[in-house]
């Protein structure tokens, strides 16, 4: 059973950067896919970003193509997800997940693990 922890959320204003990161407790996580994924109060969630095993393929929703970059550390077996240009709209609990494949998918049902999440709350 591979456990995720997220790190890095917090307050901040609009414009500012925060860096998300979701660590492993198992080296498998290294040949996995993994996403990021956040919900907003009363809403459902949505896929943000995800990266392959080897930290190709990275792939980003719309709303923060741009702004948000994801990366990962398989050494370290940490996944990161660098937000820039933050607004309110970016407000939510963010949680990674990992799937037991090479590849990465948008859909959260395919992920086999989850993270509790970390909350981000942007102020205007």
């Known amino acids: 059973q591979v456990q995720l922890v997220e790190s890095g959320g917090g307050l901040v204003q609009a414009g500012a950067s925060l860096r998300l990161s979701c660590t492993a407790s198992d080296r498998t996580f290294s040949s996995y896919g993994v996403g990021w994924f956040r919900q907003a109060p009363g809403k459902e969630r949505e896929f943000v970003a995800s990266?392959?095993?080897?930290?190709?393929?990275?792939n980003y929703a719309d709303s923060v193509k741009g702004r948000f970059a994801i990366s990962r550390d398989n050494a370290k077996n940490t996944v990161y997800l660098q937000m820039n240009s933050l607004t309110p709209e970016d407000t939510a609990v963010y949680s990674c997940a990992a799937r037991r494949s090479p590849a990465a998918s948008t859909w959260p049902p395919e992920y086999d693990y989850w993270g509790r999440g970390t909350q981000v709350t942007v102020s205007p």
């Open positions: 990266i392959w095993w080897n930290g190709g393929y990275p």
